[in-house]
């Protein structure tokens, strides 16, 4: 087990989150035709409760104790460092009891507020219950959480990446082997074949607990020097810097769930006052909550990676007060989440009709909600990244303030803007995800403004990356879309779909790496030396 640097740690962390993603994406086309819009509806709000709950339990915690670490690693206070993490396990474990305690004993009546008075679908009982099934995993999930903090602290990305694969691997088994069973070889209740499915967080969490604590165990020493000297810190001291740490973190976590549970409410609510039958309204709500971000995970995979790899690089160069460092770190790492998510969000935009069909099946109103769903995806991203900056460099006004001003607006300007839409003639649903959009541009304008104006951080260097982004990305798509208008095929199947996604792909993802190479933007953001390191592994070492 070695050491990552920054970039190196970035596309560790981004390779196997994307490759956990990608089977987190291809697992809902057998689930979805096994459970049906029903259930995929069922499905969505018990899992969308379920990440709130996670989020107030565990999200803070990892990324703090992995920044408490990475501190304390720095400054050589091993003794502090260790006890941090004792300290995180037996807050995280308080946290994890009451939140489970709550999603256990209230399932029914937060069934009753999802649901509302939506008639004609799923039934409150039947939320309530697969939400009490799904509960057990804020129990477990947390404790992962902590000890992947730990690892990433340290600056090891590669266990922590593969704790993911394994989570996610086991949790998809359970998935599909679970609902198959139920309801096409037992032909049991759809709430069973849910319950179980959701119970798959629980066991892909097991399994990738177990995995982590044997790479502990047995890098003990790399991890823990055999001397350890006394640290002048208490124990309180410590558990109060982990929770200021971990504030932010769970603010920001909770509210970007919020976004997506708050809308799926407000679309039920709106739709339902404008008379839409209640299958339809499920089927919306649970697109545009559940599985249309699923598709997005691709693009999100990007932001993750890069802040397991972000909160102990830039927290190392704030603590050594290097704030030129600090500075190329922030400007590099929007640059990247931007150059590697824009072609992606571009790609799903022109082939979102094909890629809902080998997803969900053809279906017009699925591929609108995709199409306009990548762009609040691309800016997550920024904002997910942006708010991981101000938090290493302990800006928490800053966190607050982003993530409050986005959460209101979106939540402010749902109803409204859906019902404008209708006016208009416009699907109405699609209200929501401009709120979503609007939401997330105040607030990463917030934070670029205030790093800008209070810590001197120039961003041109972003600037010009992204004037340079414009030409391969504007190139790619005027060709994929000429491309497209010439090759005629009927989408309605799923083999044509196929086809016309994989020509796009291999098309587009040419001219935008090849035109980004050629204007020498590959080098800008990632580095004369990795791009040299990778055209000699990809040519044999003749070309350099």
Not at 218 to 232: A, P
Request: charged share 15%; net charge positive; glycine share 6%.
């Amino acid at each position: 087990m070695k050491k990552s640097g920054f970039v190196e740690g970035t596309l560790i962390a981004t390779l196997a989150i994307v490759i956990v993603k990608i089977l987190g994406m291809l697992y809902v086309i057998p689930f979805y035709s096994i459970v049906g819009s029903n259930g995929g509806a069922l499905y969505s709000y018990a899992y969308n409760i379920y990440l709130i709950f996670l989020g107030i339990s565990s999200a803070g915690l990892p990324n703090a104790i992995s920044k408490v670490i990475s501190e304390y690693n720095t400054l050589q206070m091993i003794d502090a460092k260790e006890r941090a993490y004792k300290n995180a396990i037996k807050i995280m474990s308080v946290i994890s009891i009451i939140a489970f305690l709550i999603l256990f004993i209230l399932a029914e009546e937060i069934a009753m507020f999802i649901i509302g008075d939506l008639k004609g679908g799923n039934t409150a009982l039947d939320i309530a219950f697969v939400i009490r099934c799904v509960s057990p995993a804020v129990l477990v999930i947390p404790y992962l959480s902590i000890t992947k903090g730990y690892l990433q602290g340290h600056k090891y990305v590669s266990p922590s990446s593969t704790s993911q694969l394994i989570e996610q691997i086991v949790r998809i088994a359970v998935i599909l082997i679970g609902s198959f069973v139920v309801l096409k070889v037992m032909h049991g209740e759809l709430r069973i074949a849910i319950g179980i499915s959701v119970m798959g967080a629980l066991f892909g969490g097991i399994a990738a607990i177990i995995y982590l604590k044997r790479v502990v165990h047995k890098n003990k020493d790399k991890l823990v020097s055999n001397t350890i000297k006394k640290d002048n810190i208490s124990n309180r001291e410590i558990t109060l810097k982990i929770i200021k740490y971990a504030i932010p973190f769970i603010i920001i976590n909770i509210v970007t769930n919020i976004y997506t549970f708050t809308d799926q409410i407000l679309v039920l609510r709106t739709l339902e006052y404008l008379n839409i039958d209640t299958k339809t309204v499920e089927f919306i709500a649970s697109s545009i909550s559940t599985w249309s971000p699923k598709i997005c995970m691709i693009i999100n995979a990007m932001a993750m990676g890069l802040t397991m790899s972000l909160i102990p690089t830039i927290v190392s160069s704030y603590t050594e007060k290097n704030f030129e460092e600090v500075s190329n770190k922030i400007n590099q790492s929007i640059s990247l989440v931007i150059f590697i998510s824009l072609p992606l969000v571009l790609g799903l935009m022109i082939l979102s009709v094909g890629v809902w069909r080998v997803f969900y099946g053809y279906n017009l109103v699925g591929a609108g909600i995709l199409r306009f769903a990548v762009i609040s995806a691309l800016l997550a991203n920024v904002y997910m990244v942006l708010s991981t900056i101000a938090q290493s460099l302990n800006k928490y006004k800053l966190v607050y303030a982003i993530s409050l001003v986005g959460f209101a607006l979106n939540a402010l300007l749902d109803i409204p803007i859906m019902l404008l839409f209708n006016k208009l003639s416009l699907p109405a649903h699609l209200g929501s995800i401009a709120a979503s959009v609007i939401g997330y541009i105040a607030s990463i304008l917030i934070g670029l403004i205030s790093l800008h104006i209070k810590n001197r951080i120039s961003f041109r260097t972003l600037f010009i990356n992204l004037v340079k982004m414009i030409i391969p990305a504007m190139s790619m798509t005027v060709i994929l879309i000429l491309i497209n208008h010439f090759i005629t095929l009927d989408l309605h199947s799923v083999i044509n779909s196929i086809i016309l996604i994989a020509i796009d792909t291999i098309i587009g993802g040419i001219i935008y790496i090849g035109i980004s190479y050629k204007i020498h933007l590959l080098n800008d953001i990632f580095g004369d030396e990795l791009i040299s390191k990778i055209l000699k592994k990809l040519t044999l070492g003749k070309l350099k």
